[in-house]
């Protein structure tokens, strides 16, 4: 597992940060004889109905999230949450699993969010680049 000890973020927010809805990218789908008989492929992927919310309790974080299998945070899935830099009104934050790592790059300035994913050892196995638009920050 990856232990990131990033940066102390700069603004004085808890609770929820920001909130961001539905997120639309691309992702590439690795072959599998399950899920994926047919070979590796690029499609459109996202998620239509889903939420993303930036939390921060204290020390800790985590991004809590709808998406087509139910509503979860990554710390509840024994993920590590944490900042990995920032800069101004931009914030990059990693979840860090065994079977996963997302990475969120959150403009609080304009409002979106884009993210990466990798998935190995999950039901679908893939890499994937979204977007999202967000709320204002919650202070």
């Known amino acids: 597992m990856v232990l990131a000890a990033g940066p102390a973020f700069a603004q004085p927010t808890e609770g929820v940060i920001v909130r961001c809805g539905a997120s639309t990218g691309h992702a590439y789908f690795s072959k599998d004889e399950t899920m994926n008989p047919g070979g590796s492929k690029w499609e459109e ?3 239509r109905n889903g939420k993303i919310v930036l939390v921060k309790l204290g020390d800790e974080w985590d991004i809590q999230f709808d998406d087509s299998i139910g ?5 509840s899935d024994g993920a590590q949450v944490s900042p990995i830099m920032s800069a101004g009104n931009l914030l990059t934050v990693g979840a860090f699993h ?3 790592v997302v990475i969120y790059n959150f403009d609080l300035a304009n409002h979106e969010v884009a993210w990466s994913s990798n998935k190995v050892g999950t039901l679908v196995q ?4 979204y977007r999202a638009d967000c709320g204002p920050t919650q202070n």
């Open 126 to 129: 893939k890499v994937a680049v």
């Open 98 to 100: 065994e079977n996963y």
């Open 45 to 47: 992927d996202g998620m």
């Open 71 to 75: 509503a979860y945070g990554y710390r």
